[in-house]
């Protein structure tokens, strides 16, 4: 087991790993920004290092300055919690050049599943369905109409890189396709830095089904249920419940087979979300993968009896799924309600 882990977030998920932590006899250091000094995360870890102004751009996703603290606190791991470094392939890269375990999926699997473009691809080649639509990158305004010519319309146009409902535009008519594919490119191009889209056939009033798997380093890969995150404003999840009460006994074991056959394929280790769409007659399509722990884990946990973010960081370490997690069975139903902020304008 490690010594010490740095934990690259802050907020909730920071205290939910230094609570893992602790269980475990793991001793952690928080780093923070200018801001954040009085923060509860910086308070309850055993140290704490100041990495930058108040700007998350200065201070969280600055990959110098946390591994610069990592040296300095001489920390075994780095847990990177949700947003912020999470998902980048080349955090993970570094961690590992530098001999400090990224509590996460291999950079590989990252690579493979966190470009949405990739990722059905993927998908495509272990036989899990996917929505129709463009097999790459729509670079252009002619590729754009050819692809909706063959599908059909509605359409969404997608951020390869995207996240959190941005870089999406849904287009029903020909009128709105060019606005919004352009609209969606700019959108990407500034939340993500990658102006690249893909086009899939839009899913009219489809559950939102996403499948918790976590994966050791042993080849064993299971699945945790699902959480249906169907309601939803703005593209942003508002209410997620477990189990899903859109999926039958038949469906979820054939959607959770789906989701680890994927998450095998493309050599998958430690936490991860699948999601899916389902439509009302009961087919569904990969949609997606998260390529870490999600905000929405503890719903999850609390129907099947575990501790996600402590079993994330056994299996860094090493260690094989616990048997608790490795035969869990759903013993609740849970739900999880968010409050967004939101500008009114």
Same mark, same amino acid.
Request: net charge negative; proline share 4%; with cysteine.
């Given at each position: 087991m490690?010594?010490?882990?740095?934990?690259?977030?802050?907020?909730?998920?920071?205290?939910r790993? &230094?609570?893992?932590?602790k269980?475990?006899?793991?001793?952690?250091?928080?780093?923070?920004?200018?801001?954040?000094?009085?923060s509860?995360?910086?308070?309850?870890?055993?140290?704490?290092?100041?990495i930058g102004?108040?700007?998350?751009? =200065?201070?969280?996703?600055?990959?110098?300055?946390?591994?610069?603290?990592?040296?300095v606190?001489?920390?075994?791991a780095?847990?990177?919690?949700?947003?912020?470094?999470?998902?980048?392939?080349?955090?993970?890269?570094?961690?590992e050049?530098? *001999?400090?375990k990224? &509590?996460?999926p291999p950079?590989?699997?990252?690579h493979?599943m966190?470009?949405?473009?990739?990722?059905?691809?993927?998908?495509?080649?272990?036989?899990?369905?996917?929505?129709?639509?463009?097999?790459?990158?729509?670079?252009?305004?002619?590729?754009?109409?050819?692809?909706?010519? *063959?599908?059909?319309?509605?359409v969404?146009?997608?951020?390869?890189?995207?996240?959190?409902?941005?870089?999406?535009?849904?287009?029903?008519?020909?009128?709105?396709?060019?606005?919004?594919?352009?609209?969606?490119?700019?959108?990407?191009?500034?939340?993500?830095g990658n102006?690249?889209v893909?086009?899939?056939?839009?899913?009219?009033?489809?559950?939102?089904?996403?499948?918790q798997?976590?994966?050791?380093s042993?080849g064993?890969?299971?699945h945790?249920?699902e959480?249906?995150?169907? &309601? #939803?404003?703005?593209?942003?999840?508002?209410?997620e419940?477990?189990?899903?009460?859109?999926l039958t006994? %038949?469906?979820?074991?054939?959607? %959770?087979?789906?989701?680890?056959?994927l998450?095998?394929?493309?050599?998958?280790v430690?936490?991860?979300?699948?999601?899916?769409l389902v439509?009302?007659?009961g087919?569904?399509?990969?949609?997606?993968?998260n390529?870490?722990?999600?905000?929405?884990?503890?719903?999850? =946990?609390?129907?099947?009896?575990?501790d996600?973010?402590?079993?994330?960081?056994?299996?860094?370490?090493?260690e094989?799924?616990s048997?608790?997690?490795?035969?869990?069975?759903?013993?609740?139903?849970?739900? #999880?309600c968010?409050?967004?902020?939101?500008?009114?304008e």
């Amino acid at each position: 087991m490690f010594e010490k882990i740095l934990i690259a977030n802050r907020g909730e998920i920071a205290l939910r790993v &230094i609570r893992a932590c602790k269980e475990l006899g793991v001793r952690t250091l928080a780093v923070y920004s200018e801001a954040d000094v009085d923060s509860l995360h910086v308070q309850l870890a055993d140290e704490a290092i100041c990495i930058g102004a108040p700007s998350s751009s =200065e201070s969280y996703l600055k990959i110098d300055r946390i591994m610069s603290a990592a040296e300095v606190g001489d920390v075994d791991a780095i847990h990177p919690g949700y947003g912020f470094l999470a998902e980048n392939a080349h955090f993970a890269e570094v961690c590992e050049s530098c *001999k400090i375990k990224f &509590i996460g999926p291999p950079a590989r699997a990252m690579h493979a599943m966190g470009d949405k473009n990739s990722a059905r691809a993927f998908a495509r080649k272990a036989g899990v369905s996917v929505t129709p639509g463009s097999d790459g990158v729509v670079e252009t305004e002619e590729e754009a109409l050819k692809v909706v010519r *063959k599908i059909g319309f509605p359409v969404m146009i997608k951020a390869v890189a995207g996240g959190g409902g941005r870089g999406m535009r849904a287009a029903h008519n020909e009128a709105s396709l060019l606005p919004m594919f352009h609209a969606a490119r700019t959108e990407a191009e500034k939340a993500f830095g990658n102006g690249d889209v893909y086009i899939e056939k839009l899913i009219v009033n489809p559950h939102h089904i996403e499948f918790q798997i976590i994966a050791d380093s042993h080849g064993e890969t299971v699945h945790l249920g699902e959480r249906d995150c169907s &309601i #939803q404003r703005r593209n942003q999840k508002v209410i997620e419940e477990c189990p899903s009460p859109l999926l039958t006994p %038949g469906l979820r074991k054939k959607m %959770g087979k789906a989701a680890v056959k994927l998450a095998d394929s493309v050599g998958y280790v430690n936490a991860g979300t699948i999601e899916f769409l389902v439509d009302n007659e009961g087919h569904y399509y990969f949609i997606e993968m998260n390529t870490r722990i999600q905000v929405e884990h503890t719903i999850t =946990e609390e129907v099947y009896g575990c501790d996600l973010v402590k079993e994330q960081i056994k299996i860094a370490a090493g260690e094989r799924l616990s048997p608790h997690v490795a035969n869990a069975m759903p013993r609740a139903h849970a739900i #999880q309600c968010r409050i967004n902020a939101e500008d009114p304008e």
